[in-house]
């Protein structure tokens, strides 16, 4: 539901650093979306196209890549990755896991630009 | 035309996590504990803080609440029952309170005057999740009423949260509420997280909070 916003956010963050790229056309932007930041791909592409109207964003592609969940066990001393979302423990040992290393994430990554080419 | 990637590597809502932060200096430098209430529609959310303002006014704690709706400012008038300044956020059709929401509506109040300060979020148990709003303790809320699975159903609210409240706890047995697989669930997605099973209607569990309020205000503003 809040996919809008999300979008609303990315087309503010990525036209602001365009401001370095003069004449510059966005041809993809990449994201990094934990498997726990509660974005739902296909909403996030639909509002996409939303959002992007009428901005220098306006006909990008929107690359999503998904960020598993990441804990650190203690008592293995060692990252894992969980297989899902319904029970936060190490899946090695079965200790409860507290420490989220990733997950949550909601990042650009980067952009893929066209610029003009420069004159002669 | 030439093509290029530029790494950019920033947060998607880094303006939010900005304005967050700066709030919760404020808050910390103001020695205000700052909690962000946040369920599903229909929880309780309301009649749980109205409780929790009366009996910490009757302690003597100076409090305060910002309430987040849709629309209507009935919530507000609700919690202004109790004698703690209120005031409404309506966030006309958003589906959660931003940082930026809470900062334009703290004008005017002294923090410094203030022991603590609650923020009633939009009820959704989805979107909220993302948005930090400066607080020091996030609370999940669940009722009776609504199953014991809703942790698993809303892993990334209950995983992001500091405590957890069980509410209409007197409604427990007409509703056959399991709660052994409750604590359960709620131990799977925030394994160790406090959880406090209440009744604004009967007080019951209210002491308990009261209790953990006091001793995270006082650990919280200690330095």
Known sequence: MHELSIASSIVDSVTGSLAAYPGARVVEVRLRIGALAAVVEDSLQFCYGIATDGTPLAGSRLRVHVQPVVIHCAHCARESILPGVQSFRCPACGEPARDLRHGRELEIEAIEIEEPEADA | ?223
């Open chain 2, 1 to 223: 035309m030439t093509t290029r990637i530029v790494e950019l590597r920033q947060g998607i809502l880094k303006k939010n996590d900005e304005l967050a932060r700066a709030l919760r200096q404020r808050f910390t430098a103001a020695g205000v504990l700052v909690l962000n209430l946040v369920s599903s529609p229909g929880t309780g959310k309301t009649t749980f803080l109205e409780r929790t303002l009366r009996s910490l006014r009757e302690s003597g704690a100076r409090v305060a609440a910002l309430v987040g709706d849709l629309e209507t400012d009935n919530d507000a008038r609700r919690l202004a029952a109790s004698g703690a300044p209120v005031r409404q956020i309506n966030t006309h059709g958003i589906c959660h309170l931003e940082a930026e929401m809470v900062g334009k509506h703290l004008d005017g109040w002294e923090l410094d005057a203030l022991d603590y300060l609650f923020i009633e979020n939009v009820g959704n148990l989805v979107c909220p999740s993302s948005y930090d709003l400066g607080e020091r303790i996030r609370v999940a809320l669940l009722s009776v009423t609504e199953g014991e699975d809703k942790p698993l159903k809303y892993p990334t609210l209950f995983n992001s949260a500091d405590a957890a409240v069980i509410t209409k706890i007197d409604l427990a047995g007409p509703c056959s509420f399991d709660r052994e697989a409750a604590l359960r669930n709620l131990n799977e997605i925030r394994p160790g997280i406090r959880v406090f099973e209440t009744s604004a209607k009967t007080g019951a569990g209210m002491a308990e909070w009261m209790d953990y309020l006091s001793a995270e205000r006082a650990r919280r503003t200690a330095d």
